[in-house]
């Protein structure tokens, strides 16, 4: 079925399983990662979400459960992936629940912000994967319902997030009870000192792989920097995106909850269907404003940057960067929503003339100076100015074509059908 291909080193059931999934060709994560996890060995993987690496990881550790398989212990699970969100745990038990389809290899996905009944539901069915987010994995160990003696296979996912936010106590604690026979992997999308040394500590011999979509994905997205006042940066959005209707996925990205709430409002109001999703929200709710997102009915997502990692919807024609981040790497991120699997995509950035020592870190941290456009009516020139970008930049942006502003009129009206379908969770107060 696939031979010739690493796929083809899997069994035939979890073949026909990702071939089901669309699957043609690996990614070159699962190309370099595969044949070395089949062997059983350690991994050190330095990789991005949307390069394909929950495949990678994923389907040589089903396959050497399926092909060795054992009674089950009830709360023992074979394999544990841990996941710094909540949002990226569900996409690898969405991975799993795919891969899984000829084989007989229950699972479960635990993450806080909902009910643990289902979840100690899904364990006492016998689950020999488990996808967890570190808290409610320790609360449940903790009531002696998950214990980790039997791992055999060992993922930490985005290991740099999971520091970022506070988590390494926690690691440590989930680590101290893993048995030291285990394949252990270990993937980042960057590996700062303080990685590198958790990493140390967790993978014996490894293999390591680098796959750095960054350039790749940075050159496939068509970056755009507007100068503007603060205080007019809502209006501008809404003009964008009234100018814009062929935009029919735009993920808008905040530095703060209530700014994000904020603006999430604004846009209701504006008839534009919007969604919020940032910590504050339950996860009722964060899974609707997703779902709503991945199927058009909303067509704007505004999101802090909990969002700018592990989660992956398809066909986002734009995101927009109210501030620029504090953080250079999370810009990389965030504007890697867009241009997934080889698509293009665009991203702008507003800057305002408090904003300018952020821009120029953005463009030595991504070794590109972003292009001005100034074709907008709220462009500042004083910002500009502060920036040093008075020189640069066009004055018409390539991606505005005139022909946009009048096209498609059924399109514009469909625009429409988004009033009035506002979610519960999401409605003004």
Known sequence: MFEGSVFGKLDQKLQHAIKDAGYKTPTPIQEKAIPYLLAGRDLIGCAQTGTGKTAAFMLPILNHLFKN????????PRALVLSPTRELAMQTAENVKKFSKYIDLPFACVIGGVSQVGQIKDIKRGAETL????GRLIDLMTQGIIFLDQVECFVLDEADRM??????????????KL???????????????????????????????SISPQTPTVEKINQKVMFVPKSQKDSLLIHLLEEHPEWDKVIVFTKMRHGADRINKKLMRSDIASAAIHSDKTQGQRTRALDGFRRSVTRVLVATDIASRGIDVPDV?????????LETESYVHRIGRTARAGGSGVAISFVSSEERSQ??????????????DRDHPFH??????????????LAQ??????????RNKAKRNNRKSFKGRRQPDFGQK
Do not use: Y
């Open 359 to 372: 821009l120029k870190a953005v463009e030595r941290f991504i070794k590109k100076t972003i292009q001005v």
């Open 131 to 134: 996808i967890a987010c570190p």
């Open 380 to 393: 500042s020139d004083e910002a500009d100015r502060k920036a040093g970008k008075s020189s640069q930049g």
């Open 317 to 325: 024609d734009c995101v927009v960067n109210m501030e620029l981040p």
């Open 397 to 406: 942006a390539e991606w505005i074509h005139p022909a946009n502003r009048n």
């Open 163 to 176: 520091l970022d936010m506070g988590f390494f106590p926690d690691i440590k604690r989930i680590m101290s």
């Open 179 to 209: 048995p030291k026979a285990r394949q252990s992997l270990f993937f980042s999308a960057t590996l700062p000192p303080a990685v590198m040394k958790l990493a140390g500590e967790l993978v014996s011999d490894p293999h390591q792989v």
């Open 69 to 76: 398989r054992r009674p089950r212990r009830i709360g023992r």
